[in-house]
């Protein structure tokens, strides 16, 4: 019984609609003005039916809420559903328009912004800072908050700078659609930023914070946007131009560099984002030694992964639009075509590849032939939070640095102590010299050694002779030609080891003619090339006449 009327009123509204048209057309076309008082009685007709049908609809939807018709979220939405569909309950959405292109803001594209969010309420004034600063059109902005397992009052906060922000007198400040999606993941680790840095904690803490980007995302993913950009909410500084920024190099996924300002007794400041890397060999090899849910954090020393940061690869003045590509993406700001997502592509709660979260999303994302870049130039800035972790943190980096250090360091000494090696030879024969010497000093000793002994054993068979005397006799004679022998031996030995010695000495002679003929060598190389400060050879520059 309603759905007729419903019919009805839609129908009495489109008559009116053309019949105000065909007065006009009438009216300035073709015939004659009408007379006043026919035009309003006419007008004052319209406005009647017009009043009358709007209060039946209010009231009818009064009565019965579940029948309003849902217009959408989105202007296209909107659009879609009064154009092409014929029941204002079935939408229709073309999704080759919502690709992603270089100039997104030129063709309306829409973004949803994706913030997760913990115990955040200390961060939200300054990100509801940057959100008013964006240059990109706020209309097409889309803002999705997931609160989840916060202990102080961020979703009251976030509530009511979101009621303040679409408040803005002007229109064009106003965002887009905002969902707030609540939910706990049960987060063991504490989220202090002692315990949440912590190595031990890093595998699980990442799972989690997958799952709540996952839960995040599939709600609030509408087939009206052409991007998704993930933002920290503790940035601290960051262009207001970002989006066109990343979005003009039309990636699939792009980050930026992540710094963080320290102060200056810290250095000033340091490489804040370590899962932005490319692929090493060495990680290959290290993920293939690993169990199969294992996962890897990158940043930490317990994983020497030697992969190239984006991080470590920024130059000041280097130009901003220069891409690196990468394989894992850190989460701090990420702008994504949402295609990416709508392919499948996902933050992994699991081991995808040896990785999880941002860094198994950049690793999927790169084996579905997407592209995965980094710029290393173009810098956003972390928050600073002093902590004895973020020291801890900072020597790890420290440790990092100075294993590669010590790495060159390693080789350079090798080189030096070739060189050393070399203008030793004359110091070396004199080393030499001794050895032989001790050798022959030794042998004369082991000598004299022996024939003391001799004489003492001598002796103690004398003292024994009051044993029977055959046994004695035989013993002696067994003894005599023992000793003859020893004697024998005795002199052949000694003539080896005197042959033995001579040589060495000769040998010894021959180094020091060598160590000589070097250093004749190099004293010859030096005057022909010269010396740099390391004793290292360089060719001598040729002497320019005076030219006056
Ligand atoms: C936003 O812009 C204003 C004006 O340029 C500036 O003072 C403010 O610091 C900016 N906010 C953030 C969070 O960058």
Redesign the pocket.
């Known amino acids: 019984m309603q759905a007729p009327l419903r019919l009805h009123l839609s129908a009495a509204l489109k008559d009116d609609s053309s019949w105000t048209h065909d007065a006009n057309c009438h009216c300035h076309c073709r015939f004659q003005p009408r007379s006043q008082p026919a035009l309003r009685r006419r007008r004052q007709l319209i406005q009647r039916l017009l009043l009358f049908g709007s209060i039946l609809l209010t009231g009818f939807f009064f009565f019965f809420p579940d029948l309003r018709p849902d217009l959408g979220s989105g202007p296209l939405s909107y659009l879609a559903s009064t154009d092409d569909s014929k029941l204002e309950t079935v939408r229709y959405y073309d999704l080759s328009n919502v690709q992603g292109t270089a100039r997104g803001w030129e063709r309306e594209e829409r973004i949803l912004l994706c913030a997760p969010l913990r115990d955040a309420a200390p961060h939200l004034p ?1 990100f509801f ?2 959100l ?2 964006l240059t990109y059109p706020h209309n097409l902005i889309d803002l999705a908050f997931l609160v989840g397992d916060s202990k102080d009052n961020t979703l009251e906060l976030l509530n009511s700078k979101l009621e303040a922000l679409q408040a803005d007198p002007e229109a064009r400040n106003q965002f887009g659609e905002i969902s707030i999606l609540e939910k706990d993941f049960g987060q063991k680790v504490n989220q202090d930023v002692e315990s949440r840095h912590g190595f031990a904690a890093q595998a699980g803490r990442r799972k989690s914070m997958a799952q709540a980007r996952n839960w995040l995302l599939s709600a609030a993913l509408r087939p009206t946007h052409s991007w998704v950009y993930w933002r920290d909410v503790d940035v601290e ?1 960051a262009p ?1 131009t970002i989006l066109e920024d990343l979005m003009r190099h039309n990636k699939d996924v792009i980050v930026p560099n992540v710094w963080r300002p320290l102060p200056d007794w810290l250095g000033g400041e340091q490489p804040y984002d370590l899962n932005s890397w490319q692929e090493s060999e060495t990680a290959l090899a290290l993920a293939d030694t690993l169990d199969e849910d294992a996962v890897i954090v990158e940043g930490y020393a317990e994983y020497a992964t030697w992969r190239p940061h984006l991080a470590y690869l920024r130059d000041p003045y280097g130009d901003p639009d220069m891409e690196m590509e990468i394989d894992g993406v850190g989460g701090v700001s990420i702008l994504a075509k949402a295609k990416v997502f709508r392919q499948g592509v996902h933050f992994p709660a699991f081991s995808f590849e040896k990785h999880a979260e941002t860094e198994g999303f950049g690793k999927m994302a790169k084996r579905m032939k997407f592209s995965v870049v980094g710029l290393p130039h173009y810098t956003i800035w972390h928050l600073y939070e002093p902590s004895v972790d973020d020291i801890r943190h900072m020597e790890e980096m420290e440790k990092e640095r100075k294993a590669k250090e010590a790495e060159e360091a390693a080789k350079q000494q090798k080189e030096d102590k070739i060189k050393e090696q070399f203008d030793n030879k004359g110091s070396d024969w004199e080393k030499e010299k001794a050895a032989v010497q001790d050798l022959v000093q030794k042998a004369k000793n082991e000598e004299k050694e022996e024939a003391k002994k001799r004489e003492e054993d001598k002796k103690a068979k004398e003292a024994a002779k009051e044993e029977p005397k055959e046994e004695a006799e035989a013993e002696k004679a067994k003894e005599e030609k023992a000793q003859e022998a020893a004697k024998e031996e005795l002199k052949v030995e000694a003539k080896a080891d005197k042959a033995k010695v001579e040589k060495a000495q000769e040998a010894a002679k021959k180094d020091t003619a060598d160590a000589k003929k070097h250093v004749e060598k190099r004293e010859e190389i030096h005057e022909a090339w010269g010396v740099d400060e390391r004793g290292k050879a360089v060719p001598k520059q040729p002497e320019v006449p005076d030219s006056a």
Do not use: A, L, P
């Open positions: 300054m800072g940057h008013k600063n500084t207001f």
